[in-house]
């Protein structure tokens, strides 16, 4: 478990609380909106040993893939209405389809 990236909603509530002890606030949308990102880019980094591509949301919710030359590399759109509610429908599978989509995003290359 790792309160860094949250991978489930107990991890994202466990966020929260933590934000609110140091007084700060933050919203469950923000929390799982920057972990599926940081899920995405973790699984990147790990299929390129490295950090060499960035995960960036576009406007429409669309995670864009650039690579270390800042080319599109790939994209990865949610399946349900946005990240929050594939996240809270089932993170396990959303996390298996990220291991795959970065699979697929660094073998097209």
Known sequence: MSLDVPENMEEVAMK?????VRGQKITEEEVITTAVQG???GYLDEALEGHYDDVKMAVDGTLVV???MGDEAGQVKPTGA???ADFKADADALEERFAHEAQRIVGNR
Do not use: C, F, G, R
């Open 66 to 68: 650039t690579d270390v």
């Open 82 to 84: 946005d990240w929050v």
């Open 39 to 41: 899920i995405l880019q």
């Open 16 to 20: 929260i609380a933590q934000y609110q």
